[in-house]
């Protein structure tokens, strides 16, 4: 049976489920196993049939391995830095591929009951949004002054929550062109600084397509990292 949200938006269950062939790219450490094999098994209740892994940046061993600078005065940790990091590999990747819509996901993604039928809507009228660089797919601290841009979506002006989104190949060049690992800060922090500066145009659904697992179930791997600033060079 069909959920009516609040605002009277139908949700469609996951048994409605027809293929989205859009370029999936979900973020998982090599270590994490357990968490790639978790994330397979929701996959195929989703919909989704074009992804694939892509090894992060390790914080505790791989920051050796790229040049980067932090944001002045900027207190992060090892795991916010590979954060980052991953997300940056990505859209270099979208770029040098010519890939023109892709949905990144983070691996303790979660899928709603109306993920499959609304991104199938997205992507399929993605022309009413050609004009937006990022669409982030949960509403994770979308806040009041946030502007009504249809039925569906907000016109957002801070990204909290980088764990679903999707970006364009305009999207991807626009924040490459910041060079953006040399201004390192936390990474929904640095995409709500480049929307302020309208260096980037976002949006947002009303309503999670997707969410996070429970902290208290699925630790955070970025939380509690070491601080990059007390580590020995």
């Known amino acids: ?13 996951l048994y409605n489920i027809s293929p989205l062939s859009i370029p999936t790219f979900i973020i998982n450490m090599k270590r994490s196993i357990d968490r790639r094999e978790h994330i397979i098994k929701k996959i195929k209740d989703s919909g989704l049939n074009n992804f694939k892994f ?5 914080g505790k061993t791989d920051l050796c391995n790229y040049k980067f600078k932090l944001q002045h005065n900027n207190d992060i940790n090892i795991g916010e830095i590979g954060c980052f990091l991953s997300h940056s590999n990505i859209w270099k990747y979208i770029i040098d591929n010519n890939i023109e819509y892709a949905l990144v996901l983070e691996d303790d993604a979660v899928f709603h009951s109306c993920f499959n039928f609304y991104i199938n809507y997205i992507m399929q009228n993605i022309h009413l949004y050609e004009s937006y660089d990022l669409i982030k797919i949960n509403n994770f601290k979308n806040i009041d002054n946030d502007i009504c841009l249809d039925d569906m979506m907000l016109k957002v002006g801070h990204i909290y929550n ?12 626009k924040i490459s062109e910041l060079k953006p690992n040399d201004n390192i800060i936390p990474i929904d922090d640095y995409l709500s600084q480049i929307t302020q500066r309208n260096s980037i145009s976002a949006i947002a659904t009303k309503f999670n397509l997707c969410n ?22």
């Open 1 to 13: 049976q069909d959920i009516l949200y609040k605002n009277s938006t139908i949700f469609k269950p």
């Open 54 to 58: 892509v090894n992060a940046v390790d």
């Open 212 to 233: 996070q697992e429970l902290r208290s179930e699925y630790p955070s791997t970025i939380m509690g990292s070491k601080q990059y600033n007390n580590l020995e060079s």
């Open 162 to 173: 980088t764990s679903s989104y999707i970006i364009s190949k305009n999207g991807a060049k």
